[in-house]
């Protein structure tokens, strides 16, 4: 069954479209492609055109190709242990060169001599040139020289369905779905940045004369993406804010002005410019809904006290809630040092608290009394009651899932939120991420601070690098030894690291005092060895855990990091952020031997220790995915930009989203009717937040 060709829509069933039928639709679904307008937005994620392939004569062993070339002579190769290899040889004008797929003796099937391949992977010398492709495309026996001067465009493509059966299907339907596209931009708002109408853009990401023309195609669709994700943050915000009355506190600048008067050293600028945001938005009658961002180390936990002691000389109760206990009892410690000139305790609550101390805690916080609570998640378990809680601070904010940062929100009227995080953002991207948040960011870090040296060392260099920990260990320092846990094989991990734990102990660091800790440990146990590690009765700690981010041990002057090529930029910076707490100088040591990409990304940590770099870094490297994932709820956010690397097309969409929403807050104008649309058909969301349907 399939629908007459003149009623093809962009929401038409893919299944609909000729060429398709149910089974294709079911592969093509597993790629996202679910309507005809899905199709027309399927755009190539790479072009080739002759400046990328390389001639066949000029390919070397170790050098990475894209050549194309035609099948003149291809078969199944049997290995002597069993590995069948599909082998194929390839000519073109210069020559000829072997190209082999081992372990796919299906592709027999699908590539027939004759058949034009443009391949690309890395060249080897095996009984003379091969090369294995990493991909390619079949471009079957399309004629010689269709290749020449033009650029191919190489589509995703899933098992089942090949790059070449997607290119035809979108060169079939091309015109007819480019015609059904409407321009929702209008005109003088598209002249403004520049952007191509948006037919001329899709022909031409589709079917480029030149990877210029393919480029500024792309760039429209690029920028629409941006500009629809702005203008759903935005009217989120502006939804979310409207009906969000809260508390207007008074800055009675009594208890915050003692805190000032008391403190033994000053604010930095940073910290002063987010703490008067942070009381302008709690003195203001709407519901704050705020994210704090600051690398580790640039004093955010002095800054949210500000803001708790603003909510207790209003007479209100402030709670602030840590991912793990002992995160939480340091919070206690060194804020119950700080509040002591002010005559102020915190109300701890954790869960180990002993039944006797909680119940006790339990009770304070359920007075309407001013108070502090601090705690872990303890503190929005469904006993707890607050009397009269005003603000809600939730400490690594990331660490909590959604619900239980609402349920710490949920113990009070509409208590004000601040939400804390340690891995900034870049400003141009904190909007597009964090939506609905407001954001402060303390971009500076408190002075005196001596930056941690860091180095990455090869294999060959650990016992250098071991008998250099032995002998901070020796001047009364102490140290951390990171492995790396992936979960899958977090047994081989933990044994790498219980293994390693017996020979330094044997070995290197024998005769210091060594600690094992492990994602295995039950929390109590966790938390014993760190506090004893805190108290300065472990030497070094060999940890295959992450150790707690925010842990503050001054005393620790190394980090010594195995497998570094393992972690996250971000994630090397939070383990160095453990170490160059104290006075003393302090290390940070990457030892192992990596890539050649590996080694790359290893130099960027080094040579700063600024974590905004890092985060910018660390986006441009692993994409938006993983801090988009969680955020949106089944949308795929972006399929063609990147916010990141497309930085400034993002910072036009911002431009282009606010003055548009300033001027048209629900887009109910006749000339954004097609961009209102456009964006109720694409996002779920958009349905509530502008009433599309
Ligand atoms: P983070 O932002 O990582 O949570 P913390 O709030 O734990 O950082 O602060 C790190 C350390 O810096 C703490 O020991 C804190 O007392 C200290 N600190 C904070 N602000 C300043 C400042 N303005 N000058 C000097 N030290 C500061
Ligand atoms: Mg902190």
């Not at 090949?162 to 931009?185: K, N, P, S």
């Not at 000032?260 to 009658?285: G, H, N, W, Y």
């Not at 219980?498 to 020979?503: V, Y």
Request: hydrophobic letters at 40%; charged letters at 25%; one cysteine or more.
């Amino acid at each position: 069954m399939s629908a007459p060709r003149a009623h093809l829509t962009l929401v038409t069933p893919i299944q609909f479209v000729k060429g398709v039928g149910e089974r294709r639709a079911e592969l093509l679904h597993r790629i996202g492609l679910h309507t005809a307008g899905d199709l027309l937005y399927h755009v190539p994620h790479r072009y080739e055109d002759a400046s990328t392939i390389a001639p066949i004569n000029a390919v070397q062993p170790g050098m990475d190709v894209t050549i194309l070339g035609r099948v003149i002579s291809k078969g199944v190769l049997p290995t002597r242990r069993g590995l069948r290899i599909f082998q194929a040889v390839l000519k073109d004008a210069t020559g000829m060169i072997e190209v082999s797929w081992p372990g796919q003796p299906f592709l027999d099937r699908s590539i027939d001599k004759g058949h034009l391949l443009l391949v690309s992977g890395p060249c080897r010398f095996y009984h003379g040139r091969q090369v294995q492709p990493r991909e390619y495309v079949n471009f079957g026996d399309e004629e010689d020289g269709a290749e020449q001067g033009r650029v191919l465009a190489v589509y995703r493509a899933t098992e089942g369905i090949t790059v070449r059966q997607i290119r035809g299907l979108i060169e079939t339907h091309l015109d007819t779905l480019v015609a059904l596209a409407e321009d929702y931009l209008p005109a003088p708002l598209r002249d403004e940045v520049s952007l191509l109408p948006l037919q001329e853009a899709l022909r031409l990401v589709h079917r480029p004369p030149t990877l210029g023309d393919a480029h500024r195609g792309r760039n429209r669709l690029a920028f629409d993406e941006l500009l629809f994700m702005q203008i759903l943050q935005r009217r989120a915000n502006a939804v979310a804010r409207a009906p969000r009355l809260g508390i207007t506190f008074a800055s009675q600048r009594t208890l915050t002005r003692q805190l000032a008067d008391a403190l033994p050293f000053e604010l930095t600028k940073a910290q002063r410019k987010v703490i008067r945001e942070i009381t302008s938005d709690m003195c203001s009658p709407h519901r704050m809904h705020r994210l704090l961002q600051g690398d580790v180390g640039s004093g955010k936990t002095i800054v949210a006290l500000f803001a708790a002691l603003l909510a207790m000389e209003n007479g209100f109760q402030a709670a602030l809630m840590a991912p793990t206990e002992l995160l939480a009892e340091q919070h206690a410690r060194s804020i119950g040092r700080m509040l002591a000139p002010l005559n102020v305790t915190p109300v701890p609550l954790w869960g180990s608290q002993g039944t006797v101390a909680r119940r006790e805690a339990e009770a304070r916080l359920a007075t309407a009394d001013p108070l502090l609570a601090i705690g872990t998640h303890a503190l929005v378990q469904e006993r707890t009651t607050f009397g009269r809680l005003g603000l809600a601070i939730v400490d690594e904010q990331h660490r909590f899932g959604v619900e239980q940062r609402a349920a710490l929100g949920g113990k009070g009227e509409t208590p004000d939120m601040l939400l804390m995080s340690a891995t900034p953002i870049p400003r141009s991207l904190a909007l597009t991420v964090y939506g609905d948040l407001d954001v402060s960011t303390i971009d500076e870090r408190p002075p005196g601070r001596h930056p941690v040296t860091s180095a990455h060392r090869p294999e060959s260099a650990r016992d250098r690098v071991l008998t250099f920990v032995a002998s901070q260990l020796t001047a009364g320092r102490q140290a951390y030894v990171v492995y790396p846990v992936i979960e899958e094989s977090e047994k081989v991990d933990l044994k790498a690291a219980t293994t390693m734990f017996a020979e330094l102990g044997a070995g290197r660091l024998a005769g210091f005092r060594l600690a094992l800790l492990h994602g295995r440990l039950p929390a109590d146990a966790r938390d014993a060895i760190m506090r004893a590690f805190r108290d300065g009765e472990i030497d070094a700690l060999i940890a295959t855990t992450v150790i707690e981010v925010g842990i503050d041990v001054a005393n620790a002057t190394v980090m010594l990091i195995e497998h570094p090529e393992r972690f996250g930029l971000s994630q090397l910076h939070q383990l160095r952020g453990r170490v160059g707490r104290g006075a003393e100088e302090s290390f940070c040591i990457l030892l192992g031997d990596v890539g050649d990409e590996a080694a790359e990304r290893l130099r960027i940590f080094t040579s700063t220790d600024d974590g905004f770099e890092i985060a910018r870094a660390d986006l441009r490297l692993r994409g938006m995915g993983d801090l988009f994932g969680k955020q949106q709820s089944g949308d795929a956010a972006f399929r063609i930009a990147d916010p990141v690397r497309d930085e400034q097309l993002n910072l036009d969409a911002q431009r282009v989203a606010s003055a548009l929403l300033a001027k048209d807050p629900t887009l109910s104008r006749p000339e954004h009717a097609g961009l209102r649309r456009t964006i109720g058909h694409r996002y779920s969301r958009a349905l509530e937040l502008f009433r599309v349907g």
